[in-house]
T-cell receptor, first 112, second 114 residues
Framework: IAGITQAPTSQILAAGRRMTLRCTQD?????MYWYRQDLGLGLRLIHY???????GKGEVPDGYSVSRANTDDFPLTLASAVPSQTSVYFC???????????FGAGSRLTVL | KNQVEQSPQSLIILEGKNCTLQ??????????LRWYKQDTGRGPVSLTI?????NTKSNGRYTATLDADTKQSSLHITASQLSDSASYIC?????????????FGKGTTLSVSS
């Protein structure tokens, strides 16, 4: 089934630990995005990639890094997790700038 | 500042009733506006897209309207069903910008009860 796969679905993490959220798409979409969704704040862009080999910062990039080695994969890394990074993280992609976003099912991360 | 404001924040209606969700934006330059539906525990899914020249567009029981002059959009749901219970998110795209070009509203949470 074409779409976006995120892993893990849910994770509890100790503060200070390193964590990578995985995102893979099989639609050959050029652009990929990472959002976090918090109650009352809606979806906020963390990092994006318009095409393989390029990345950019979104609205809330601090504490996060991404890489885009190929078209399909776009991992999000928290180098040293803090409790304020407790959130639901969504990976998304779209084929071109005007197309709709396709979202993954989300990764729920709790940092204690 | 580019902003998207949605109202109401939450809404409870009885099954079978109609409802209208509002989205006001101050985004410029405007490219298009999308409504997304997000079921609990899932990612958002696109319902409809409105471009500058379009006033209304339907997708089944969902009808979106756009007034580009007043910078307002609405999503009307007809004959609501329990499965309509979800968060509805209004997203406006800036014209000709990549990456950070999407401005998200905070969503309206709709609960349909029997």
């Amino acid at each position: 089934i074409a779409g976006i796969t995120q892993a893990p679905t849910s994770q509890i993490l100790a503060a200070g630990r390193r964590m990578t959220l995985r995102c893979t798409q099989d639609m050959r979409h050029n652009a990929m995005y990472w959002y976090r969704q918090d109650l009352g704040l809606g979806l906020r862009l963390i990092h994006y990639s318009n095409t393989a080999g390029t990345t950019g910062k979104g609205e809330v990039p601090d504490g996060y890094s991404v890489s885009r080695a190929n078209t399909d994969d776009f991992p999000l890394t928290l180098a040293s997790a803090v409790p304020s990074q407790t959130s639901v993280y969504f990976c998304a992609s779209r084929p071109h700038q005007g197309g709709p976003l396709t979202f993954g099912a989300g990764s729920r991360l709790t940092v204690l | 500042k580019n902003q998207v404001e949605q109202s109401p924040q939450s809404l409870i209606i009885l099954e079978g009733k109609n409802c209208t969700l509002q989205c006001n934006y101050t985004v410029s330059p405007f490219s298009n506006l999308r409504w997304y539906k997000q079921d609990t525990g899932r990612g958002p899914v696109s319902l409809t897209i409105m471009t500058f020249s379009e006033n209304t567009k339907s997708n089944g029981r969902y009808t979106a309207t756009l007034d580009a002059d007043t910078k307002q959009s609405s999503l009307h749901i007809t004959a609501s069903q329990l499965s309509d219970s979800a968060s509805y998110i209004c997203v406006v795209r800036l014209f000709n910008q990549a990456g950070t070009a999407l401005i998200f509203g905070k969503g309206t949470t709709l609960s349909v009860s029997s």
